[in-house]
């Protein structure tokens, strides 16, 4: 994740690192808690000037269905966070299981 953590800087999109730490953390706890998959492989990619997408590929077909989740709740929450700081998000089905990304972009100063 720090290797990520730097590219998004480099990228010029220092703003972002955070919130990008806490999708690619929330997606990757998601594919091993609920796919029991041995490998998982997370890509961040810089989609346009201000705009990143994360992607977590794992061998499990099942589609994330996010969750209500109350506030006594002590798990559940990660699909709600990662819609929280993400433009949208989203899972495509893949041949060998499937894709969960999430897109973000650089909100404009006011």
């Given at each position: 994740m720090t290797r990520d953590h730097g590219r998004v800087a480099t990228w010029g999109l220092v703003e972002l690192t955070?919130?990008?730490a806490l999708v690619v953390s929330e997606l990757v706890a998601n594919a091993v808690q609920h796919t029991r998959c041995h490998a998982i492989r997370v890509r961040v990619t810089r989609l346009a000037?201000?705009?990143?997408?994360?992607?977590v590929v794992d061998k499990s077909h099942c589609l994330p269905v996010p969750r209500t989740s109350?506030?006594?709740d002590g798990s559940g929450r990660g699909l709600t966070l990662v819609e929280?700081?993400?433009?949208r998000w989203g899972a495509d089905p893949l041949p060998w299981g499937k894709r969960?990304?999430?897109d973000l972009e650089l909100r404009p100063r006011a």
């Open positions: 955070d919130e990008v000037p201000g705009s990143v997408r994360v992607a109350g506030a006594e929280a700081v993400t433009t969960v990304w999430a």
